[in-house]
């Protein structure tokens, strides 16, 4: 299969006076042409330096990585010409330009002549939804036009693999859902392109990619399809419980006899915690430690497996925990 | 695969960059007061020192045309040369660096889109203070002066871009001295008084501005009379010098601190 992105032993260390991060620790990753691929992990797992050296922003420190077929480190300005990155939350470009002005004046960095990158526009803005703010000042946007005006960004020029670093992040569930319908739409265009996506959520690399690589300290502990993934979680109960709040609980259930993983979401005042379990029976431990850490039960449900619960079992937290450790 | 040519790109990329200057300077149109009625009160106070010192009348001269000359210092370094730090900070460096153009090309259309403000700034300060306070020029040397001018403004883009590069890699540090450095600058150069008057060793080490030796032919082209420094030919071959050392050392220094920033993270907002 033809390969569009490839790593080999890529690893990145970040050098301040007194300190080394290993941000990335020895990638190995295939990514095939025509895929979506999404990379997940937590904060500071690695994910965006592995980006940031793809979109040759960055050099490893050793191993190496092929894009497009061409080296990162040595092939990087011919390679320029057929990748494009869009980041959330990007505040990039002038607030005083207008929407189709600011696109018109990056498309002109890849050297597009003006009449046909000006179509490209007006095309994409029509079906990002975004036609009627194209005479509005950049500056007056609100996030989730400026990220499809971002989007639109990337795809003008037409890259042979786009990066999506957290592209939804912080949009609502509306612009969210038009950016993905977006990049579907644009990946069945032409099935030799590619698009390698960063995301901090599980159900958007569930219901887009192809394919996933959970990274975790800079190592790729699993690969795989979703379903693949999740597959590796079927054999356990998965039940939700939801509980007042309280003193700290996680451990506590971690160390529940049949509990595999387990993890918690602060959510409007409730804490959600996600259990795995061996064995429906552990259920008995469960209800004993929240009994004995004095919180409401609210609700308890079990569910089947999702991506995030195989993350869960993965990497040993939520991807929402750390958040808000 | 085919793609647009190098040249193609660059002269895209110059008037692309450009354009958001061009831009705003339309769109809010404060700058005419802080980029012209501002600095011309400034030049007009130096001009009140040399009258109430009886200088004689080319020394006004001197200070307007140093007024002018300083607009064109000010955009090269705070508008093209400290422009990659504020560029880091806002993501766009990410996305000029990883197109498929040159950093110099990004520099040279910001350097275009701000001459727009200093010619303006420059004209202003020329027109007024030349009316206010009757200062007359000898227009014989005037389309020779135009010529040392245009060569003096493109040895200091030169020089800016080679700074560009300095402050891509030091970046804060790097801005933190161009601050610093400001009054120096105003000082070594001449910009109101002869720089003749600086002697030979501090004028020299001056020189290497080439503002200064710019400034000097100028002067001595349109205001009969001025202190030379050294002969109007040398200071001219040596601007034209400094065009193809600037310009030789920029492209070096930007390629091999491009190289350097991509090992040391400094093209990105560092997030793992």
């Excluded at chain 1, 990585?65 to 505040?91: C, K, P, T, W, Y």
């Excluded at chain 1, 590619?194 to 690399?205: G, P």
């Amino acid at each position: 299969m033809d390969i569009a992105v490839e790593t080999k032993a890529l690893r990145r260390v970040y050098r301040s006076r007194n300190q080394e991060v290993v941000a990335l620790d020895g990638i190995d990753l295939q990514v095939h042409r025509g895929e979506r691929f999404g990379v997940l992990g937590p904060n500071g797992a690695g994910k965006t330096t592995l980006i940031k050296i793809l979109v040759t922003l960055l050099l490893p420190s050793s191993g190496e990585a092929f894009v497009d077929g061409l080296d990162v480190v040595r092939q990087f300005r011919e390679l320029r010409h057929r990748i494009a990155m869009v980041s959330g939350g990007e505040n990039v470009g002038f607030g005083m330009l207008k929407v189709k002005e600011q696109l018109w004046m990056f498309s002109q960095f890849y050297g597009m002549p003006s009449a046909p990158s000006k179509r490209r526009i007006d095309e994409l803005l029509e079906r990002l939804g975004l036609s009627e703010a194209a005479d509005r000042r950049v500056s007056a946007l609100s996030s989730g036009m400026r990220q499809k005006m971002n989007l639109i960004r990337g795809l003008i020029t037409n890259p042979r693999i786009l990066f999506l670093d957290e592209p939804t992040v912080a949009l609502d569930v509306g612009a969210a859902r038009d950016v993905r319908d977006e990049v579907r739409r644009w990946m069945a265009e032409d099935p030799s392109r590619t698009v390698i996506l960063t995301t901090h959520y599980m159900m958007e690399a569930d219901e887009l990619c192809d394919r996933v690589a959970i990274v975790n300290r800079g190592r790729i502990v699993a690969e795989g399809t979703p379903a693949e993934l999740k597959q590796r979680v079927q054999q356990n109960s998965i039940v939700d419980l939801q509980l007042s709040p309280g003193g700290r609980l996680l451990d506590t259930l971690r160390r529940v006899d049949g509990v595999t993983a387990a993890s918690v979401l602060e959510q409007d005042g409730t804490d959600r915690f996600s259990l795995q379990l061996s064995n429906d029976a552990a259920l008995g431990g469960v209800m004993r430690a929240v009994e004995g850490s004095g919180r409401q039960i609210q609700g308890v449900q079990k569910r089947e497996p999702t991506l995030e619960d195989a993350f869960v079992k993965l990497v040993g937290r939520g991807m929402a925990e750390e958040e808000q450790a | 695969m085919s793609h647009p040519s190098a040249m193609r790109i660059f002269l895209k990329t110059i008037v692309a960059r450009a354009y958001p200057r061009f831009v705003a300077a339309y769109r809010n149109r404060a700058w005419l007061i802080t980029e012209t009625l501002l600095p011309l009160v400034g030049t007009i106070a130096m001009i009140y020192v040399y009258r109430a010192l009886h200088a004689p009348a080319r020394f006004l001269g001197f200070v307007v045309l140093g007024g002018v000359l300083l607009a064109f210092w000010q955009n090269v370094i705070w508008a093209m040369a400290t422009q990659f730090f504020w560029d880091r900070g806002a993501g766009n460096l990410e996305l000029f660096a990883m197109a498929p153009t040159s950093l110099a090309a990004i520099l040279l259309g910001m350097a275009l889109g701000g001459a727009y403000v200093s010619l303006t700034r420059a004209a202003t300060i020329l027109l007024v203070a030349s009316v206010l306070f009757g200062v007359s020029y000898s227009l014989s040397g005037l389309f020779p002066a135009l010529g040392v001018f245009v060569l003096t403004i493109s040895a200091l883009y030169c020089l800016g871009m080679l700074l560009a590069s300095l402050f891509l890699f030091y970046q804060r540090e790097a801005w933190q001295l161009a601050d610093a450095m400001q009054e120096p600058i105003y000082f070594l150069s001449g910009f109101y008084f002869p720089v003749r008057s600086l002697g030979a060793v501090v004028g020299g080490v001056g020189s290497l501005i080439p503002l200064t030796l710019g400034l000097d032919a100028i002067r001595q082209l349109i205001l009969p009379g001025t202190p030379q420094f050294i002969p109007l030919s040398v200071e001219v071959l040596a601007v034209v010098a400094q065009i193809i050392a600037y310009a030789a050392l920029s492209q070096i220094s930007l390629r091999h601190l491009e190289r350097r920033a991509r090992q040391d993270a400094r093209l990105i907002l560092r997030s793992t």
